[in-house]
């Protein structure tokens, strides 16, 4: 089973300014990597894939990066609906996916 | 629109089944893998069991220890997921989601499962 392992738990950031979110996998999972965010009491929404693609309609503060086993993902000029908890997930090994535990971003 | 509607979440007792449902629409159902995907309250995500378009193909996380069987009904656009032996650590809300060319694309909103005694 690939782990995945994000950090940090929790991220204080203040609004306008970026956040860097980091997702390390327990083996190689070339690009075949995701993002997502939740808001409080909402299904999470798929943000990124292939490591570094925008989904249909992700603005173009969101951007991710990485392959092989490290990932990040970049939040710019954060605004008051990107505070969430954003979760990476591998989908090399298809048919068996797995996630991070996720990042809690906050306001500082 | 693609929704996801998902039913049969409750209260069960520790041992007992329950089966949920998930109603698709807006797409082309049995053309897409779908999935279901826990998460227990105040934690992270769990990918709990997969199953490709035409269902012939199943996939499930090792931690379930062969108690759920998920399948589906391409004519009626649902994907189902028959949970048996519930234990109090399955409680969590179950979300129904569809695998895309890449990543879980679109997800339900969610059915809650509490297994209390």
């Known amino acids: 089973e690939t782990v995945m392992t994000q950090s940090p738990a929790t991220l204080s950031v203040s609004p306008g300014e970026r956040a860097t979110l980091s997702c390390r996998a327990s083996q190689s999972v070339s690009h075949n990597l995701a993002w997502y965010q939740q808001r409080p009491g909402q299904a999470p929404r798929l943000l990124i894939h292939s490591s570094s693609t925008r989904a249909a309609g992700i603005p173009a503060r969101f951007s991710g990066s990485g392959s092989g086993t490290e990932f990040t993902l970049t939040i710019s000029g954060l605004q008051s609906e990107d505070f969430a908890v954003y979760y990476c997930q591998q989908y090399h090994n298809w048919p068996l996916y797995t996630f991070g535990q996720g990042t809690k971003l906050e306001i500082k | ?117």
């Open chain 2, 1 to 117: 629109e693609v929704l996801l509607l998902e039913s049969g979440g409750g209260l069960v007792q520790p041992g007992g089944s329950l089966r949920l449902s998930c109603a698709a629409s807006g797409f082309s159902f049995s053309s897409y893998a779908m999935n279901w995907v826990r998460q227990a309250p105040g934690k992270g995500l769990e990918w709990v069991s997969g199953l490709s378009g035409s269902g012939g193909g199943t996939s499930y996380a090792d931690s379930l220890e062969g108690r759920f069987t998920v399948s589906r009904d391409n004519s009626k656009n649902t994907l189902y997921l028959q949970m048996d032996s519930l234990r109090v650590e399955d409680t969590a809300v179950y979300y129904c989601t569809r695998k895309g060319d890449y990543g879980f694309d679109y997800w339900g909103q969610g059915t809650l499962v509490s297994v209390s005694s």
